[in-house]
């Protein structure tokens, strides 16, 4: 399953390896793609992920996570995406987009 997401594209973001290829360590905003074969159900989210050493560690949503400890280890590419298969067979394509503050979009009421 593969689900089109925006390319990567803020060279700020992420840090630079000795050959220049940039990996990711830290939070970051991302677009998720969601696909579940058993029920054909298929979502799209903007999330906040946890990268550790450009390896995935957490995929948290907004009432709970998923984590490495439910998936094989899986990395980013250095156009910050990923595409991994959890324990249950749902597949997730994960595509980096920006720092954490920018996942969501929140302006206070005006009093």
Not at 6 to 31: M, Q, R, V, W
Not at 88 to 101: A, L, S, T
Request: negative net charge; contains cysteine.
């Amino acid at each position: 399953m593969q689900v089109e997401l925006k390319a990567f594209d803020d060279p700020t973001i992420g840090d630079s390896d000795n050959d220049g290829s940039l990996y990711f360590d830290g939070s970051y905003c991302a677009e998720v793609g969601y696909y579940n074969p058993n029920t054909v159900a298929r979502s799209e989210y903007k999330l906040i992920v946890d990268v550790s050493n450009n390896e995935l560690e957490r995929i948290k949503f907004l009432q709970g996570w998923i984590d490495d400890s439910h998936f094989e280890p899986v990395e980013f590419d250095s156009d910050g995406f990923a595409e991994l298969v959890d324990e249950r067979g749902h597949h997730y394509n994960i595509q980096i987009v920006g720092e954490p503050e920018s996942c969501f979009d929140y302006t206070p009421p005006l009093v």
